[in-house]
Structure formats: C-alpha cells, structure tokens
C-alpha cells in the first residue's frame, strides 16, 4: 500500500468513525433529552402537588382565621346590642310607675328582713311611701332609681338593694340572652 492509499483509508476510517460517534452522539443526546424531559415532568408534577398541598393548607388556614374573626364580630356585635338594649330596658323602668305602683313599693319593702334601717334611698316620688314604710330612718332622695329601694343598717354591714335597675341587672344575662337568641332566630 502506498502513502495516499495509506491516508486514504485512514481518512476514510476517520471519517466513518467520526460518523459514528456523531450518530452514537445524537442517540446519547437524544436520551439524556428524554430522561431530562421526564424528570422536568415529573418535577413539574411534585411541584403542582406541593403547590396544591401549600395552597390547599393556606386556604385551611385562612378560612380558619376568617372563621375565627367573624366569631370574634359576632360576640362583639352581641355584646354591644346587649348594652344598647339593657340601657334601652333601663330607661323604660319608669313606665313601672304606673296606679299600682304603690303595692309593688310596698311589697318590696315587705320582702326585706326586720332590722333597724338607718338609711333608705329612693326616688324622689316614694319620700312619703318610705317615710311611712320605715319610720324614723333617713330617707335619701336619688333620681337615678326609678323605683324600690337601696337600705343600710346604721354600722353598713348589710346594705340591700331592691331597686329595679338592680333587679334589671340581676335578670340582664337571662334577660339579654333570651333576647339574643330569638334575635338570631329571626335572621
């Protein structure tokens, strides 16, 4: 063999194995492309599920906490229609000082124990009924009680008070949950 036939087989030799590993190149490529492909997808797939996951627990918890709030409006807002109606009761307390009243006067009076009363408060319309009720105490005129009475011993160890604001404010919680309830109802 001479020296061009020697190069050419080896040019040619070179060139088939050039072709070669460029055809083995391209199939390589072309499966780290597919494996690549596949884990993108897969990836790609794991992050919709965790995003999911994430906005699916974000969700919980936002619903959760709007949930919580609205609870928290709601117990506000009935505590604030609570006040509003038991000032609302409180001024119609003298609505309660009708033709009868002096019966209910003395019958509060009668339900209190047999002790020496050194002060009696009242309104100022029961000054007679309490003079006549308790007979040398002190009687103290007080425009804030609508009706009934506020009574202390002469030492202040025992202090009874039978007014009706203090018997709305007994009955209040009974009273506004009642009212609350049938409120709610109606909604």
């Not at 391209?26 to 596949?38: G, P, Q, V, Y």
């Not at 007014?163 to 919680?173: N, V």
């Amino acid at each position: 063999m001479d020296c061009e036939s020697l190069i050419e087989s080896l040019w040619r030799d070179g060139q088939k194995r050039i072709e070669e590993i460029e055809a083995e190149s391209k199939e390589e490529a072309a499966r780290i492309e597919t494996d690549i492909s596949l884990k993108i997808a897969s990836l790609r797939e794991k992050s919709e599920k965790n995003v999911c996951s994430d906005s699916a627990k974000r969700a919980v918890d936002i619903l959760a906490e709007a949930n919580q709030s609205a609870d928290l409006i709601k117990i506000s807002a009935a505590r604030e229609l609570s006040v509003r109606l038991c000032l609302l009761a409180r001024s119609c307390l003298q609505i309660l000082r009708d033709d009868k009243y002096g019966d209910v006067f003395t019958a509060l009076a009668a339900e209190l124990p047999p002790l020496a009363w050194k002060s009696i408060r009242v309104n100022p319309g029961d000054a007679e009924r309490a003079r006549v009720s308790f007979p040398g105490a002190e009687i103290i005129c007080d425009d804030t009680i609508s009706g009934g009475m506020d009574v202390m011993t002469a030492d202040g160890r025992i202090r009874i008070i039978s007014t009706f604001e203090k018997r709305l404010e007994r009955a209040w919680e009974e009273m506004s949950s009642d009212l609350l309830k049938e409120n709610h109802e109606t909604l």
